[in-house]
């Protein structure tokens, strides 16, 4: 949860880019566990915010255009309703809608170890054209603080919605 609020915050300093937000039920029991705060923490951060069991809201049609879907974090849950393509609420529906209308699906899954349903979860909808982004901090950026390695992956995950920003150092920048 902490990450997912650095992410928004971060999105936040790219220009020209709007967050819409869904939040699950879920989330807003995991979020009072992570960061002692109602789901505020992450809507003052967002353009707009959905109920997740808003099937009617935007996300839910392709014809409303986007650079991609971000979820983060996102649990065993949801990824096996994604998987199974069943849609239960507005978040399911919206990364259904996101890989059929072929726009980046970025999953930063939260569980370890994984078993097998987990494996073959990811593999499914990397197969129908997701991409599973676990939180893994880079450590050559002369990273220092958790933070940092937040940040570090708020713009890798930007990197895979080809919105440009400039919240990394970069391998091959000024590192080595
Ligand atoms: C404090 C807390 C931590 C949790 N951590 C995880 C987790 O790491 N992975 C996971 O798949 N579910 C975890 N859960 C369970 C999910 O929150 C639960 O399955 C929920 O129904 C998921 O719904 P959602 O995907 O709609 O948010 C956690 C629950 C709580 C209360």
Redesign the pocket.
């Known amino acids: 949860m902490p990450i997912a609020e650095e992410l928004l915050k971060n999105i936040l300093k790219v220009p020209n880019t709007e967050t819409h937000l869904v939040i ?4 807003e ?2 979020l009072q ?2 960061c002692h705060s109602g789901t505020e923490i992450l809507t003052r951060y967002a353009h707009k915010t959905y109920d ?1 069991k808003d099937m009617s809201a935007a996300p839910a049609s392709g014809a409303w255009q986007n650079a991609g879907m971000i979820i983060c ?7 096996a ?1 994604i998987a199974s393509g069943a849609g239960m ?1 507005l ?1 399911h529906r919206s990364a259904d809608v996101t890989l059929k209308e072929r726009r980046p699906l970025i999953i930063a899954p ?2 370890t170890p994984l078993n097998l349903i987990h494996l073959r979860n990811m593999q499914l909808v990397t197969e129908a054209g997701a991409t599973i982004m676990p939180f893994a901090p880079a450590f050559y950026n002369n990273t220092t603080s958790f933070k940092d390695m937040m940040q570090y992956f708020s713009g890798r995950m930007l990197d895979q919605l080809h919105i440009e920003h400039n919240l990394c150092l970069r391998w091959g920048d000024d590192i080595h």
């Open positions: 699950s039920r879920g989330s029991r995991v566990s992570e997740a974090p996102c649990s065993m849950s949801s990824l309703s609420n978040i939260r569980e």
